[in-house]
């Protein structure tokens, strides 16, 4: 397995944390970013899931 990322909104900064998910959103604990949905969007300002980067934390 690898190691879990972080994925960055680039539109507010809002983090996805593939090791936390986003269990209110739908996102269970785990989840690589692979997996979220293409039309999934950030929960914070509505940018869609092609404006997040990687990031390291």
């Known amino acids: 397995m690898t190691?879990?990322?972080s994925w960055m909104c680039l539109i507010?900064?809002?983090?996805?944390e593939e090791a936390k998910?986003?269990?209110?959103g739908g996102l269970p604990a785990g989840m690589?970013?692979?997996q979220?949905?293409?039309q999934w969007?950030?929960?914070e300002c509505g940018a869609?899931?092609?404006d997040f980067e990687?990031?390291?934390i």
Do not use: F, L
């Open 41 to 43: 969007t950030c929960p």
């Open 12 to 16: 507010c900064g809002w983090i996805y």
């Open 36 to 38: 979220v949905p293409e």
């Open 54 to 56: 990687m990031i390291q």
């Open 48 to 50: 869609g899931k092609q």
């Open 32 to 34: 690589s970013w692979d």
């Open 21 to 24: 998910g986003y269990p209110e």
């Open 3 to 5: 190691e879990p990322k």
